[in-house]
């Protein structure tokens, strides 16, 4: 990847070359009018750059009662996440277990790489429920989650997180 100072006489170089072999006239102003354009997109940085994994896959976790924990995981814009690639599971358990994991249902896709697949391409909540001993306190979450940048078709490899979470005080 160059920097962009680096970048702008290379750019500049390939535009009057591209210039100079069209030969543009007077007569031609209607192509001449997109030069402003091309060059200002040759100058910028590229929107299709892609995110580090931890930016285009976010996770928050809350719990919602002494033995439901929501995790949502938020896909950046342009990005999606696979359904069947969401997985938990708990580490340093001290009396807590994973009961059972919901998730809501996801859009149809015909991934070139896995076929029809359910994804999210919008933020998603799932739902965990939790069976934990009286004296539990804190475990730690483990989440594991894959995605790929929609306009660009590239996967990132499979994401885990490793969450250390206290227990809320059980009524």
Not at 34 to 39: D, F, Y
Not at 85 to 91: P, T, Y
Request: glycine residues 4%.
């Amino acid at each position: 990847m160059f920097k962009k100072k680096l970048f702008q006489p290379l750019a500049l170089t390939v535009l009057l070359a591209t210039v100079a072999s069209q030969q543009i006239s007077v007569a031609q102003q209607s192509s001449a009018a997109g030069l402003p354009k091309r060059l200002s997109d040759l100058l910028q940085p590229k929107q299709d750059e892609l995110l580090e994994p931890e930016q285009a896959f976010r996770l928050r976790t809350a719990f919602s009662n002494p033995t439901t924990l929501v995790a949502e995981l938020i896909p950046a814009n342009g990005y999606y996440l696979y359904r069947n690639r969401i997985r938990f599971a708990v580490k340093n358990s001290n009396g807590v277990a994973i009961q059972a994991v919901r998730l809501p249902g996801g859009k149809l896709k015909n991934d070139p790489t896995f076929g029809n697949t359910e994804t999210y391409e919008q933020p998603v909540q799932a739902e965990i429920s939790l069976e934990r001993a009286p004296q539990a306190s804190s475990f730690t979450l483990l989440a594991s989650y894959q995605g790929c940048h929609e306009k660009t078709g590239v996967c990132y490899p499979p994401v885990t997180t490793e969450l250390k979470l206290s227990l809320p005080p059980t009524k």
